[in-house]
Nanobody
Framework: VQLQAFGGGLVQPGGSLRLSCAAS????????MGWYRQAPGKQRELVAL???????NYLTSVKGRFTISRDNAKNAMYLQMDSLKPEDTAAYYC?????????WGQGTLVTVSS
């Protein structure tokens, strides 16, 4: 299983970014996928999940600002991030949950700063 996240960058507070995740090596549509993030000096946290049926769940601090989605035909997942705050600064990783295993891809760095 291979995952690659991209779309990060530098954005001002209040701005938006859209992260994308490309997956290969598995039947993508069967599994729950998600986004984690890890800020410098902080623990990794689960930001958002989307099941194979399209149900979603979010970290409380991002509810109403972030939207997770997937396109099974393209083996892709997205994270639309609006109203970004400096505390959203982190490396963001996309994941796929297969059984008891979480597969990780390379992260993409999001920096929210004026």
């Amino acid at each position: 299983v291979q995952l690659q996240a991209f779309g990060g960058g530098l954005v001002q507070p209040g701005g938006s970014l859209r992260l994308s995740c490309a997956a290969s090596g598995t039947i993508f549509s069967l599994y729950t996928m998600g986004w984690y993030r890890q800020a410098p000096g902080k623990q990794r946290e689960l930001v958002a999940l989307i099941t194979n049926g399209g149900n979603t769940n979010y970290l409380t601090s991002v509810k109403g600002r972030f939207t997770i989605s997937r396109d099974n035909a393209k083996n892709a997942m997205y994270l639309q991030m609006d109203s970004l705050k400096p505390e959203d600064t982190a490396a963001y990783y996309c994941n796929i949950f297969i059984g008891n295993t979480i597969y990780w891809g390379q992260g993409t760095l999001v920096t929210v700063s004026s």
